[in-house]
């Protein structure tokens, strides 16, 4: 599957290709803003964890700095340039990547009910009808989206349009209140994206390449997941993608690299900022050890008195390298920081800027640290958060 590779990589090398691959090493594009950061990553995760902010909000910040939250919701949603679908996870996508998807739209067909759901003909029909009546709505809106209290039980309607969703019939451009809002493709994608049917071959040759060039330097594992594809899915497309087969020392395994990330040394600045743990930098715990060195979990769902590191820990980056952790959470106007971790003492005045910056991002006006891992660092922080 491999052949001779166009070069050979150190460590610190594929390390720096991955920073400058995310948008982490060298001057933001502030003028392609948050749609040029999401263009660029290909995918942004979703989840419900909001503790400073929700993790969308998160990624553009990281690369862009304090960029206005308002800014952040308003390229995600409603300007018909963005959808939601299963990439990594529950995903924003550009627009211009609906057709890649088709392989997995056509998949899900094909598994005819999706996660084991069902429900008549009927309904599906009602409520591809009534979007078309009345335009975007909510599953609420449709008819309802839970039969009970408990969060699993949905109800027909939301069963048959999220069955929809999986199928490319309607699609989720917008959230009100976290909520999907649903819309018929056919009149939320554009007529040039929506009529396009790629082979699942393009559809594939086209998502690893975006994956690859989004990372930098990957293994055959680490395009596989940032799309979550199959491993013979990636193989019957890699020789046809444009990435070149390299080396990287100490991976222990084939990797290949995105020419333009071969094409000279990333330098610049590097960003100093916290990660949400969903953060594509970071988001395939295995590769995240392999070019950082850090083992890092979320612990969300750990139950707490098994926590290491705290319920939402976000690496600190800084220089290039993961050099600690925050746990972070609001009290009003306060950042407070519940449990912290460095790797050394040298990393206390980029924490301390990471702090104060993202604390102002969120709009809060003091920091308070509460647990810090070695305490002979809090006079120094402290005087450091007081500047």
Not at 101 to 127: C, I, K, L, N, S
Not at 320 to 342: C, E, F, M, Q, Y
Request: with cysteine; glycine share 8%.
């Amino acid at each position: 599957m491999t052949s001779t590779p166009a070069a050979t990589l150190s460590a610190d090398q594929a390390r720096r290709i991955a920073l400058w691959a995310q948008g982490l090493l060298g001057a933001p594009d502030r003028r392609a803003g948050v749609r040029g950061v999401l263009r660029h990553l290909g995918a942004v995760q979703l989840d419900t964890i909001s503790v400073l902010a929700r993790s969308h909000e998160l990624v553009p910040y990281a690369r862009l700095g304090a960029v206005g939250r308002t800014a952040v919701e308003s390229a995600y949603w409603g300007a018909e340039s963005t959808f939601e679908y299963w990439s990594h996870a529950a995903c924003i996508l550009p627009v211009e990547e609906w057709p890649l998807f088709a392989f997995r739209r056509r998949r899900y067909r094909d598994r005819g009910h999706p996660w084991g759901h069902q429900v008549t003909p009927e309904t599906y029909r009602h409520v591809l009808d009534k979007l078309r009546a009345e335009g975007p709505l909510t599953s609420t809106e449709l008819g309802g989206a839970k039969k009970t209290s408990e969060w699993w039980d949905w109800s027909d309607t939301k069963i048959a349009v999220e069955r929809a969703l999986a199928f490319g019939d309607v699609v989720c451009t917008e959230r009100r209140s976290w909520k999907r809002v649903y819309e018929l493709a056919e009149q939320a994608i554009p007529a040039d994206l929506f009529g396009q049917e790629p082979t699942d071959a393009e559809c594939l040759r086209r998502l690893v390449a975006q994956a690859g060039a989004a990372l930098g330097v990957a293994t055959r594992a680490d395009l596989m997941d940032y799309h979550r594809l199959r491993a013979d899915q990636v193989d019957s497309v890699l020789a046809d993608s444009p990435l070149v087969p390299v080396e990287v020392a100490g991976w222990g395994a084939p990797a290949w690299a995105d020419p333009a990330a071969l094409a000279s040394e990333p330098r610049g600045r590097h960003r100093t900022t916290l990660l949400s743990p969903f953060d594509s930098l970071v988001w395939d715990r295995a590769r995240t050890e392999r070019i950082f060195g850090m083992v890092h979990r979320l612990e969300a769902y750990t139950p707490r008195h098994k926590r290491v590191h705290g319920y939402f820990a976000m690496p600190l980056l800084a220089g290039g390298r993961l050099v600690g952790r925050v746990d972070p959470a609001r009290v009003g106007r306060t950042l407070v920081a519940r449990r912290v971790s460095l790797d050394a003492p040298k990393h206390v005045e980029a924490l301390a800027g990471a702090l104060r910056e993202a604390a102002e991002w969120v709009g809060c006006d003091t920091v308070r640290v509460e647990t810090l891992a070695e305490e002979r660092l809090r006079p120094a922080l402290e005087r450091l958060l007081a500047q």
